[in-house]
């Protein structure tokens, strides 16, 4: 395997450039001004010389070379403030623009991208990566082009001030280098290796504080603190290993650059003595060694920095390299706001994280323009799975999904999901207000339409109650708030949108009765006059829709009137059984006892 080189190891770090380049002129200003503040860095020596060797060896006037010497420093102080400030700017303004372009990448995603990637891990490369990448624009990048200014400088002005003590130097530089090139391959894969085992802690410590009444209920804090320790012991020795490298580079450089230029200048003082170069030489070609060698030295620790933004630049580059599975058409069309309604032709579907599970297997169903189709059947039978598919989450494996005539991949998936509402069993709250809530399924609304869809959702009442009524703080992920009240939050949020399709999963899965006789009779209302699909195991909220679609195994089994579906499908007769107590029963026995009626209890259990 070949091994790369010291430029190679940096390569990530051109992918910073696209965010760099719309700032280029302020790069330019840094540049120059860095150009200026090393230069002014360099002539101090020189300053110093002359001040040495004619100021006080000659006895000449000395206001002169310290009013010069002053000079040399005023514009030193005023282009390394100008450098600073302008590549801290770039450095927070390239470290934004990146953090909203992994964010706004990832967030557009398909679900099926998220099977596989924890959310604590994007968020670490958010924060952790990016840092990392704030400093070396804003900070290490600067250092490093300033020091090999420095560094470069000062061997050419050790040159010219004393040819044969600069060859002395030149030799030790590759004693210096060699534990570069060791120390630094070592500390970018213990880098990498650091911020993986913190994008670990973080990804642990989200899912168990967004499960933590699950955590607290099973009585396992214990456990999980004990387990977030080892992973942050974890992390601790990796980094305490990058750390070490570091610190072990570090004195090396430092050890080798001041021992050579200790030897060097004994050599120097050697030379004076015999007449063969001024003290202000000397003091000139010692103020250099000592510029040089803080230059060397920092370029090493520099270099440190360097490696490790560019693991954290490859991860964060990876992340925006991603494509989602679901892609928007080249050209996409337009929706009708009418035609035949929802149409699925032989739809089959696996999710890609079981692909030998089959969620839909040759799925066919019309749902005409303004009807309500209830879907019914066990657990896992592919009744959300149907959901995700009509939003475009994933692309079916077979098969044409379309909407009045245009299939959903021909669309804009922002489009899509404009035209459609949906309200889900694990409801979504977010850390905002009540009023900020329901206002998310149409920023636009009005305060007076976000009531009026509270109050059609039953939702009035209970919002009015708190503290701060609709400006309420629910607390995150609505902590605050019963589970049949954020679920008429989210009623409320899908009745403000006003979709002609409108999606309920388990809509009223969470309400006690009297509150779902309340919600039952606002959806009922809702979903007048546009097309809608219930998802429901508790059969008495769909008896009344126009058709109902049972499904088992990810095939639609059977589809008609809750009456008809009685005396014609064993599966929901099972399924009406236990709901429906004994006249559910009675109800299921004469389908047994019918000819050629299948027993149920055959079915295949829930």
């Keep these: 395997m070949n091994t790369p080189t010291l430029l190679q190891r940096l390569t990530p770090l051109s992918g910073l450039l696209p965010f760099m380049r719309p700032y280029r002129g302020r790069f330019v200003l840094a540049a120059i001004a860095l150009l200026v503040a090393a230069g002014a860095t360099l002539l101090l020596p020189v300053a110093f010389r002359y001040l040495i060797d004619h100021a006080f060896a000659r006895r000449e006037a000395v206001d002169g070379y310290f009013l010069a010497l002053f000079a040399v420093a005023a514009v030193l102080a005023l282009f390394t403030a100008l450098r600073f400030y ?19 990448h990832v ?26 990448v704030q400093t070396v624009v804003g900070t290490s990048l600067s250092m490093g082009l300033r020091n090999v200014l420095l560094m470069l400088g000062g061997l050419v002005m050790l040159a010219v001030t004393s040819p044969s003590l600069t060859g002395y130097i030149l030799v030790t530089l590759a004693v210096v280098v060699l534990p570069i090139l060791i120390y630094g391959r070592r500390v970018r894969a213990l880098s990498r290796a650091s911020q993986d085992r913190i994008a670990d802690s973080s990804a642990l410590a989200g899912e168990m504080l967004n499960a933590v009444q699950t955590v607290q209920a099973f009585a396992q804090e214990v456990r999980e603190v004990g387990r977030f320790t080892a992973s942050v012991e974890t992390s601790f020795g990796t980094a305490l290993a990058r750390i070490r490298a570091r ?11 001041f021992g050579a230029i200790v030897f060097v200048l004994w050599l120097g003082a050697h030379a004076v003595l015999a007449g063969q170069m001024s003290s202000g030489q000397l003091a000139q070609f010692i103020l250099y060694a000592v510029v040089t060698a803080g230059a060397i030295g920092a370029v090493a620790e520099v270099w440190g920095d360097l490696q490790r933004a560019a693991g954290a630049t490859e991860r964060l580059l990876a992340l925006l390299a991603q494509r989602s599975p679901v892609t928007p058409p080249v050209n996409p069309q337009a929706l009708p706001t009418s035609g035949e309604g929802i149409r699925l032709q032989q739809v ?12 839909l297997q040759d799925v066919s169903l019309w749902v005409q323009p303004g009807e309500q189709v209830a879907l019914v059947g066990p657990s896992g039978a592919g009744k959300s799975t149907l959901f995700q598919l009509l939003l475009r989450f994933y692309d079916p494996q077979a098969g044409r999904i379309s909407i009045n005539g245009v299939a959903v991949d021909q669309l804009a998936p922002a489009e899509l999901r404009r035209h459609v509402g949906i309200v889900l069993q694990d409801t979504v709250i977010f850390a905002a207000s009540a009023l900020e809530n329901i206002r998310y399924g149409r920023p636009e609304a009005s305060d007076e339409e976000v009531i009026a869809a509270a109050h059609a959702a039953a939702a009035h009442d209970f919002i009015d109650k708190l503290p701060d009524g609709y400006h309420s703080f629910l607390g995150e992920r609505g902590v605050r708030l019963s589970g049949g009240q954020r679920q008429r939050i989210a009623i409320a949020r899908a009745i403000l949108k006003n979709p002609p399709i409108l999606l309920l999963d388990e809509a009223t899965s969470a309400l006690d009765a009297e509150s779902e006789q309340l919600v039952q009779a606002a959806l009922e209302r809702a979903a007048a006059n546009r097309t809608t699909l219930v998802i429901a195991h508790r059969l008495a909220t769909v008896k009344q829709a126009d058709r109902i679609v049972v499904l088992d195994g990810g095939r639609i089994v059977a589809e008609g009137r809750h009456e008809a579906l009685l005396a014609s499908s064993p599966l929901y007769t099972r399924l009406a059984a236990l709901q429906f107590g004994a006249a559910g029963a009675h109800a299921a026995n004469l389908v047994a006892a019918a000819p050629g009626g299948d027993n149920p209890a055959s079915s295949e259990q829930e």
């Design 86 to 104: 302008l590549v801290s700017w770039l450095g927070e303004r390239v470290t934004a623009d990146m953090r909203s372009a992994v964010y706004r």
């Design 348 to 359: 089959r579907f696996a999710y890609p994280s079981r692909p030998g599970m089959p969620s």
């Design 107 to 132: 967030i557009s995603m398909s679900p099926e991208y998220f099977e596989t990637l924890q959310t604590g891990e994007v968020l670490s490369r958010l924060t952790t990566d990016t840092t990392l």
């Design 247 to 257: 610190s072990q580079l570090t004195a090396i450089v430092i050890l080798l650059v």
